[in-house]
């Protein structure tokens, strides 16, 4: 059965910076695409980037380019986003979703983990 | 960007009727478009992928159709538990883009 728990999630003051984590198991993580969406309180489902397999593809929503980093540790079976310069509106919960297939990036998202939230605030 | 419109933003409507919603991409996407039903406090699930491919597992009472610009949602017959938020999404693009929901409830 295919796991996604995201982690790290917490409060951050406004321009601090928070890592979230995503393990991964049940399933053959290298081969997989992995991505990250966020959602606002009582607000839609917003892309934030998206990661291919090998790294190789890395993509990010205008609204946190140069300011996120998104990673993947395929020994560990591991998706990260390095989330800088934190602001007000990037309060949210954020999900890992995975590609449901091989060779595509940010394509289906198949499967999503339960959500970490973060809050950004003084 | 392709921008994703989605309607109606709220639909109330009675256990077994048939229900529709609609999503508009702002350019032609093929057939790279997605249902996603997300209910209070969970994480979205994949329902249908590639304008009109159930999901395995998703009941055969959700249906969609459509292609280039214009795509349908159908329930053909509601059921209590289909109470949920319903977004569309766009792969044809980066950025993916999702619709900004349809809240479905129950009359």
């Known amino acids: 059965e295919v796991q996604l728990v995201e982690s790290g999630g917490g409060l951050v003051k406004p321009g601090g910076s928070l890592r979230l984590s995503c393990a991964a198991s049940g399933f053959t993580f290298s081969s997989y695409s992995m991505n990250w969406v966020r959602q606002a309180p009582g607000k839609g489902l917003e892309w934030v980037s998206s990661?291919?397999?090998?790294?190789?593809?890395?993509y990010f929503a205008d609204s946190v380019k140069g300011r996120f980093t998104i990673s993947r540790d395929n020994a560990e079976n591991s998706l990260y986003l390095q989330m800088n310069s934190l602001r007000a509106e990037d309060t949210a919960v954020y999900y890992c979703?995975?590609?449901?297939?091989?060779?595509?990036?940010?394509?289906?998202?198949?499967?999503w983990g339960q959500g970490t939230l973060v809050t950004v605030s003084s | 960007d392709i921008q994703m419109t989605q309607s109606p933003s709220s639909l109330s409507a009675s256990v077994g009727d048939r229900i529709t919603i609609t999503c508009q991409a702002s350019q032609d996407i093929s057939n790279y478009l997605n249902w996603y039903q997300q209910k209070p406090g969970k994480a979205p699930k994949l329902l249908i992928y590639?304008?009109?491919n159930l999901e395995t597992g998703v009941p055969s009472r959700f249906s969609g159709s459509g292609s280039g610009t214009d795509f349908t949602f159908t329930i053909s017959s509601l059921q209590p538990e289909d109470i949920a938020t319903y977004y569309c999404q766009q792969y044809d693009g980066v950025p993916r883009t999702f619709g900004q929901g349809t809240k479905l409830g129950i009359k």
């Open positions: 979703a995975r590609d449901q297939i091989v060779g595509t990036t940010g394509a289906i998202l198949a499967n």
């Open positions: 990661i291919s397999s090998s790294s190789s593809y890395i």
């Open positions: 590639d304008a009109s």
